[in-house]
T-cell receptor
C-alpha cells in the first residue's frame, strides 16, 4: 500500500525568506502523480503544484517549486519569498489515476507559520 | 471552471437526527466523487468513493449504514449522516473527478462543518 509521510508537523519562516517542506512516500508503482495542497483557515483545499513521476524536470509554479527525487521517494516543496498569505496547512499527496479506485493519499500535513 | 460546491456549508443538529450534505460539480460531469472527513488539525481521511449509478465503496472502518452515500447523477452526490451523534461532529469534504481524465481532474468542494449537539 502507498503511504505519504510528512515529518514536520509545524514550521515557521520569516516573511520574504525561503522555506522547504519535506515529504517522503512509499510505493511500488512506477507511474503516479504527486501533489502539494494548501489548506488555509477557510479549509478550502487548493492545489499548489503537481508532479508527474515520469517527468525528470522538477515542477515550478511561480514562487513554489519542488525537489522530486524518484529513487529516494522524496518530494519536497520550496516556497520562495514567503508571504503572509502562505500561512496554511500544507499536505503532500500521492495519486495513481491508473488504479481503479484512483484515491488520493494524503500525508498528515505541515502547518506553516509566516512571521512578519 | 471546475467548481465543486457543497451544501450546507454549516449545519448544527440535535443528536439522533439525520443530516444530508450535497456535493455538486457545477460546470463538469463527475464520474466519481470522494467523501472525506477531517478532524481539527488532522489530515483528510477518505470515507468512501461513489460512482454515478452504482453503490459506494467504503473505506475500512467506515459504517455504511451510518454514512449513506448516493450518487444519483453525474453532477450530484449526497452524504447522509444517519442518527447523528456528537462524535460525528467534523468537517466533511467532497472531491469530484472529471470525466475528462488526467492528473488535475479531482476538484475539492469547500467543505461542510457538522456540529451535533
Amino acid at each position: 500500500a502507498q503511504t505519504v509521510t510528512q515529518s514536520q508537523p509545524e514550521m515557521s519562516v520569516q516573511e520574504a525568506e525561503t522555506v522547504t517542506l519535506s515529504c517522503t512516500y512509499d510505493t511500488s508503482e512506477s507511474d503516479y502523480y504527486l501533489f502539494w495542497y494548501k489548506q488555509p483557515p477557510s479549509r478550502q483545499m487548493i492545489l499548489v503544484i503537481r508532479q508527474e513521476a515520469y517527468k525528470q524536470q522538477n515542477a515550478t509554479e511561480n514562487r513554489f517549486s519542488v525537489n522530486f527525487q524518484k529513487a529516494a521517494k522524496s518530494f519536497s516543496l520550496k516556497i520562495s519569498d514567503s508571504q503572509l498569505g502562505d500561512a496554511a496547512m500544507y499536505f503532500c499527496a500521492y495519486r495513481n489515476p491508473m488504479n481503479r479506485d484512483d484515491k488520493i493519499i494524503f500525508g498528515k500535513g505541515t502547518r506553516l507559520h509566516i512571521l512578519p | 471552471g471546475a467548481v465543486v460546491s457543497q451544501h450546507p456549508s454549516w449545519v448544527i443538529c440535535k443528536s439522533g437526527t439525520s443530516v444530508k450534505i450535497e456535493c455538486r460539480s457545477l460546470d463538469f460531469q463527475a464520474t466519481t466523487m470522494f467523501w472525506y472527513r477531517q478532524f481539527p488539525k488532522q489530515s483528510l481521511m477518505l470515507m468512501a468513493t461513489s460512482n454515478e449509478g452504482s453503490k459506494a465503496t467504503y473505506e475500512q472502518g467506515v459504517e455504511k449504514d451510518k454514512f449513506l452515500i448516493n450518487h444519483a447523477s453525474l453532477t450530484l452526490s449526497t452524504l447522509t449522516v444517519t442518527s447523528a451523534h456528537p462524535e460525528d461532529s467534523s468537517f466533511y469534504i467532497c472531491s469530484a473527478k472529471s470525466l475528462a481524465g488526467g492528473p488535475k481532474t479531482q476538484y475539492f468542494g469547500p467543505g461542510t462543518r457538522l456540529l451535533v449537539l
